[in-house]
Each structure stands twice: as structure tokens, then as C-alpha cells.
Nanobody, 124 residues
Framework: QVQLVESGGGLVQAGGSLRLSCAVSGRSFSSTAMGWFRQAPGKEREFVADISSSGGVRGYTDSVKGRSTITRDNAKNTVDLQMNSLKPEDTAVYYC?????????????????WGQGTQVTVSS
């Protein structure tokens, strides 16, 4: 059974930083593309960032580009999302997702497994 467990969310002031982490078990991590998505109250789930199975290809949504970095450690089966210069509009539940393919992309339908989510709240 594949499990994804997120950690690192919390309350932070605008301009601050957070590092989200996702631990993956039950699957060959080195062949799995990973992504981060978020969902704010009353809004649809949206793509934040993704990283290919090798770590060589990364993508970001425009609103976080330049402020966030996605990385993975295939030895530890983890994927992290470092977020800097946080804004109140970054407030959402952040979900880690795994795709059974080397490249994930921005569409939630391409991901097969999801974590439970971690809350990020940015105060103004």
C-alpha cells in the first residue's frame, strides 16, 4: 500500500518561509514523479510544483515561481517544497501527490496517490 505523509505546515507571517516535506512508502520512489498541490477554502485544488522521478525536471505554477523550490531525495524517499516570501494568498491545505510515471505535470488526474494534506496559514 502506497502511503504519502506530509509534514511542515503551520502558521507563518507574510514574508516568512516554510518547508513542507512528504515521505513516501510502499512504492519504488525512484520511478515516481511527485507533485505538490493546494486547495484554499471554496476553491478547486490547484497545481503548485512537480518534479520528475530523476529530479531533473521541475515545474512551478506562476504564482510561486521564484519563491518556491521543489526537491527530492531518492535515498530517503522524500520530496520537499521550500516556500519563501509567503503571502496570505498562499494559505491553503497543501497535498503531496505521486504519479506512476517518470513525469507528473500539472494535472491532478495524472497522479495516482495522495497524502492527507497539511495546513499552511499565512497571516498578513
Amino acid at each position: 500500500q502506497v502511503q504519502l505523509v506530509e509534514s511542515g505546515g503551520g502558521l507563518v507571517q507574510a514574508g516568512g518561509s516554510l518547508r513542507l516535506s512528504c515521505a513516501v512508502s510502499g512504492r519504488s520512489f525512484s520511478s515516481t514523479a511527485m507533485g505538490w498541490f493546494r486547495q484554499a477554502p471554496g476553491k478547486e485544488r490547484e497545481f503548485v510544483a512537480d518534479i520528475s522521478s530523476s529530479g531533473g525536471v521541475r515545474g512551478y505554477t506562476d504564482s510561486v515561481k521564484g519563491r518556491s523550490t521543489i526537491t527530492r531525495d531518492n535515498a530517503k524517499n522524500t520530496v520537499d517544497l521550500q516556500m519563501n516570501s509567503l503571502k496570505p494568498e498562499d494559505t491553503a491545505v497543501y497535498y503531496c501527490a505521486a504519479a506512476s510515471r517518470p513525469f507528473g505535470g500539472s494535472s491532478p488526474e495524472r497522479y495516482d496517490y495522495w497524502g492527507q494534506g497539511t495546513q499552511v496559514t499565512v497571516s498578513s
